[in-house]
């Protein structure tokens, strides 16, 4: 009987040690999470973008440019397989002002991932909001002077500059809102690594493409005035030709 107590007894403890190999093999490493901080950087035909500095324009004008400030949503990391990892929600990029504002900044799974990608605007659920019940730190507060409460919620995108055309200085003013400008899916491809302690991964924009389309003229001291509705086919070629100055 002794006997058969200890072969029992053994029994049941290898059994659990099976058990507990067992599920230690099977469990998966559970990549953690590390700091991820998106930035982007501004040119104007590959220089690049100082505000006020003279540049040359698409029409062969001299320009400069005085504000650049638009909205990124969805902001989301890419990995190598194929998976998405949410960064952000919402981001304001002022070139005018680079503070923590612009700063994209989330945490994701550590990992090899190879793009970027985002919306362009404000995304429906965050236009309907109020800006007045953001703290001044958000990039939806009415403090950043990014809404139009008379029309079409938050401006998604403003350019400001002058340029100069028969010997006079002209100014052009682009501002883009309302949500059939909302530009979803955008994505720069960009290799990078999340390991322990995070990293800084940093895309690109030149503006200078945004004002060139083969089938469409931006005249800036012809043309170059929009609060969106007034103008909606500056503002339309503008939104779509912003998507792919990206890179």
């Not at 400008?181 to 503006?207: H, K, Q």
Request: proline fraction near 4%; glycine fraction near 6%; hydrophobic fraction near 35%.
């Amino acid at each position: 009987m002794k006997n058969g107590i200890t072969y029992l007894i053994g029994l049941i403890i290898s059994v659990n040690l099976l058990f507990f190999v067992g599920c230690t093999e099977d469990t998966p490493n559970t990549p953690s999470n590390e700091p991820i901080t998106v930035s982007v950087n501004h040119f104007f035909n590959g220089q690049e973008l100082i505000l006020n500095k003279i540049f040359q324009g698409p029409q062969g004008r001299d320009m400069w440019i005085t504000k650049k400030k638009y909205y990124l949503s969805n902001i989301t990391a890419i990995s190598s397989s194929g998976e998405k990892k949410f960064i952000k929600d919402i981001a304001l990029i002022d070139v005018e002002n680079p503070s923590s504002l612009s700063a994209i900044v989330g945490e994701i799974p550590a990992g090899n991932y190879s793009a970027i990608s985002f919306d362009l605007g404000v995304r429906e659920d965050l236009n309907l909001k109020d800006p007045a019940t953001y703290s001044i730190e958000h990039p939806l507060s009415i403090t950043n002077n990014m809404y139009w409460t008379w029309s079409t919620q938050y401006i998604f995108s403003k350019l400001e500059g002058h340029e100069i055309y028969n010997n006079d200085t002209t100014s052009f003013v682009i501002h883009t809102g309302t949500q059939s400008l909302y530009r979803p899916g955008i994505i720069v491809a960009r290799p990078f690594t999340i390991a322990t302690g995070g990293t800084e991964v940093s895309i690109n924009l030149d503006i200078y493409h945004i004002l060139t389309n083969p089938n469409y003229t931006f005249d800036l001291s012809e043309n170059g005035q929009s609060h969106t509705v007034d103008n909606l086919d500056l503002v339309v070629n503008y939104m779509d030709n912003f998507t792919t100055a990206f890179y």
